[in-house]
Each structure stands twice: as C-alpha cells, then as structure tokens.
C-alpha cells in the first residue's frame, strides 16, 4: 500500500502545484479510505483558522487521490476529472487540515471499473469528511469521472 501511496505524493509533487503550496501529504492509505495531511501555516486566514478555499482543495484532493490511487492498484493511468462538488462547512478549523475519504462499498468500485472497461470512462460520487476534535468540520461530495488514460493526453 505504502508503494501506491507514494505514487501519488510524486503526482502530487510533479504536476499539481496549488497541492504543493498547501503542503499536502498522504497520511494513511488502506484501498478502502486515503487520509490527507496539510499543515495549517499555509492555509491560515485573518481569523487564525484554515482558510475555506484550501479546506474545499483538500476535501476534492482527498477524493481525487483515493480515484487515482483505486485506479493505480487496477494498473490503470487515469485522467481524472472532477464533474460535480459540493461543500458544507460545519466549524472553522483551528489546526492542521486532516481529511478523509469516507469508504463506498466494494460492489461501488466494482461497477466503476467494469464502465471503464466497457467504455472506456466511468464516475464514481465519493465523500470526504475534514474532522476536527472528532466531529465533522467539512464535508465535502464529488462526483469523480475517469476518461480514459493519462498517456491518452500526450
């Protein structure tokens, strides 16, 4: 799992530098749920609390990286995109931004790769949940599409 995870801090890394601005770290991966790190220092406001903007950018983030990474260990190279989200901010955040993906059943993903197999794209609508002193401060929902492989692009 580590191996997979550290593909996506070197996508992260080489081709998405807003990620790299907020400092955005994968803190755990398991192919059921990913968790996203980012230090608050570079996301801070006037208000001393994360800044919105940067909470909504690793919620997607979150969902973004558990697609990319679904699709790595089924040895697919995707292009993603994001075609739909939605935010609700519940309380500010006062600390490091730790987000999580909230796990979809199997039979979700199961159904998502036999689309792409069939048509070459597929979408999946993932959940993603900031949590701050045990309760949800974010939750975010995309709806993540795959549209063929990155290599496709060149």
Known sequence: MKDVANRLTEFVQTHLPTAQA???????YDSESLTLH???GPSVNDKQTAFGGSLYVVAVMTGWGMVY????EAGIDPNIVVARG???YHAPVDSDIVA?????DESE???????FEARGKAKIELRTQV???GKPAVSFKGLY??????ADLL
């Open 86 to 88: 939605e935010i609700d």
């Open 100 to 104: 999580s993906s909230v796990a979809v």
């Open 109 to 115: 993903w199961q159904r998502f790769f036999a689309d």
């Open 131 to 133: 949590v701050r002193n």
């Open 69 to 72: 990474l679904r699709c790595r």
């Open 145 to 150: 599409a795959i549209i063929g492989h990155a």
């Open 22 to 28: 907020l400092q955005i770290s994968v803190a755990d």
């Open 38 to 40: 980012a230090p608050l």
